[in-house]
């Protein structure tokens, strides 16, 4: 007599569509029953990723994982492939019953190819030489603003952190690097520097005192 699937597994299986159909039509979601004398899926849904359907086999990295007994941990976020050569993106994660032996596991793959193709084409549309490198500032401009703008965009980017995230002395050291450059000589400078780092144009200021007194 065959035998019956574990509730555990059973109560599991509307997940496999909620999944699927929640990523799309590139996401595969197994459910696959392991016991002794059966490692296969049980449901399954966009089977065509990998070309699958209910009683086929666990893919090797799942069989590998199983060989591990009750020690297998869950393989998250892995990089796959189908048989046809699809490149997918993989989770494996195991059930466990009561007595937290392994019955089953959940699994989802996802095919990118396609975007490994874009990855590849954008890559190569945006690479560029170099040698040949330029900084806004290499451009002559007519608009005093535009300069300000360049040279106060640059700071921050080279900075690495959003303004929101700044405390006094990093914002104050973003004044400094500007105040090298010769940013504040530019009419309009505080206001506009001080309406950027969210702080009034008393406290740019300041931190010029700050900056003049400390050298």
């Given at each position: 007599?065959?035998?019956?699937?574990?509730?555990?597994?059973?109560?599991?299986?509307?997940?496999?569509?909620?999944?699927?159909?929640?990523i799309?039509?590139?996401?595969?979601?197994?459910?696959?029953?392991?016991?002794?004398?059966?490692?296969?899926?049980?449901?399954?849904?966009?089977?065509?990723?990998?070309?699958?359907?209910?009683?086929?086999?666990?893919?090797?990295?799942?069989?590998?994982?199983?060989?591990?007994?009750?020690?297998?941990?869950?393989?998250?976020?892995?990089?796959?492939?189908?048989?046809?050569?699809?490149?997918l993106?993989?989770?494996?994660?195991?059930?466990?019953?009561?007595?937290?032996?392994?019955?089953?596991?959940?699994?989802?793959?996802?095919?990118?190819?396609?975007?490994?193709v874009?990855?590849?084409?954008?890559?190569?549309?945006?690479?560029?030489?170099?040698?040949?490198?330029?900084?806004?500032?290499?451009?002559?401009?007519?608009?005093?603003?535009?300069?300000?703008?360049?040279?106060?965009?640059?700071?921050?980017?080279?900075?690495?952190?959003?303004?929101?995230?700044?405390?006094?002395?990093?914002?104050?050291?973003?004044?400094?690097?500007?105040?090298?450059?010769?940013?504040?000589?530019?009419?309009?400078?505080?206001?506009?520097?001080?309406?950027?780092?969210?702080?009034?144009?008393y406290?740019?200021?300041?931190?010029?005192?700050?900056?003049?007194?400390?050298?």
């Open positions: 007599m065959v035998k019956a699937l574990h509730p555990i597994l059973k109560s599991m299986i509307p997940m496999v569509e909620g999944i699927a159909r929640t799309g039509k590139n996401c595969e979601v197994v459910l696959h029953e392991i016991s002794d004398s059966k490692k296969s899926i049980v449901a399954i849904y966009n089977g065509y990723v990998t070309g699958r359907s209910v009683g086929s086999p666990m893919m090797d990295v799942g069989l590998k994982a199983v060989r591990k007994g009750n020690d297998a941990d869950n393989i998250l976020n892995y990089k796959n492939k189908s048989s046809d050569g699809k490149v993106k993989s989770t494996t994660m195991f059930i466990r019953d009561e007595k937290e032996d392994i019955i089953g596991c959940l699994c989802i793959n996802i095919d990118i190819s396609e975007f490994v874009a990855q590849k084409s954008l890559e190569e549309l945006i690479q560029t030489d170099s040698k040949m490198e330029m900084n806004m500032g290499d451009f002559v401009t007519n608009n005093v603003n535009d300069v300000l703008m360049n040279i106060v965009s640059e700071t921050l980017e080279n900075y690495g952190k959003p303004v929101a995230y700044m405390n006094k002395e990093e914002k104050v050291n973003i004044v400094k690097k500007l105040d090298e450059q010769g940013a504040f000589l530019i009419k309009g400078a505080i206001d506009y520097v001080a309406k950027i780092l969210c702080v009034s144009r406290t740019i200021y300041n931190y010029l005192d700050e900056i003049r007194v400390n050298g």
